[in-house]
């Protein structure tokens, strides 16, 4: 990670562009951390902003599809200047949730931004996906309009995790 590229995301232009942050990484490498700071970030600059993991967000379609408040749902997560969505393609998606979520992709392109935070390299998101036509539409919605962030571990041996350095364990060593 560039300090530099971090210190200017923070400044939150980003959203007032439009723009989207990927967030890259391995379990437990600070993606989530990374999203939530910018998060507070722009909750500092007065901005909208919600925190969702994806399979929390398919249930939330799936129960708004069968109870007719779709398009309320749709309307809300307009409304978010950012939207955090973590756990980004952890599972494949079927059919019905992938056409669900690119009602809120469109919704909110050229409106809004995303952060997205994945274990997965864009380049294997397209396999998560149950049709490829639907996989293009919103991955060309989000990837080319999107700050890519990649958290790399230096030397896998020795370095660790963010959950094992700050591990319960570990807060009590003197």
Avoid at 81 to 100: F, G, M, P, V, Y
Avoid at 151 to 167: A, V
Wanted: with cysteine.
């Amino acid at each position: 990670m560039d300090r530099n590229d971090i210190e200017s995301l923070a400044q939150c232009n980003y959203i007032t562009e439009y723009r989207n942050i990927i967030i890259l990484g391995s379990t437990g490498s600070g993606k989530s951390y990374l999203a939530c700071a910018f998060g507070m970030e722009a909750c500092k600059r007065d901005c909208k902003v919600k925190y969702i993991r994806l399979p929390e967000l398919l249930i939330e379609m799936a129960m708004a599809k069968g109870d007719g408040t779709f398009t309320k749902l749709l309307k809300q997560y307009k409304k978010y200047q950012l939207l955090i969505i973590d756990e980004w393609l952890l599972i494949s998606l079927k059919e019905t949730e992938a056409k669900d979520l690119l009602e809120i992709i469109h919704a909110r392109t050229k409106k809004s931004s995303t952060i997205f935070c994945s274990q997965f390299n864009t380049q294997g998101w397209h396999t998560k996906f149950p049709e490829a036509p639907i996989a293009e539409a919103i991955l060309d919605r989000i990837i080319y309009n999107s700050h890519i962030i990649e958290i790399l571990y230096i030397d896998k041996e020795h370095d660790r995790s963010m959950r094992e350095y700050y591990s319960f364990k570990n807060s009590n060593k003197s």
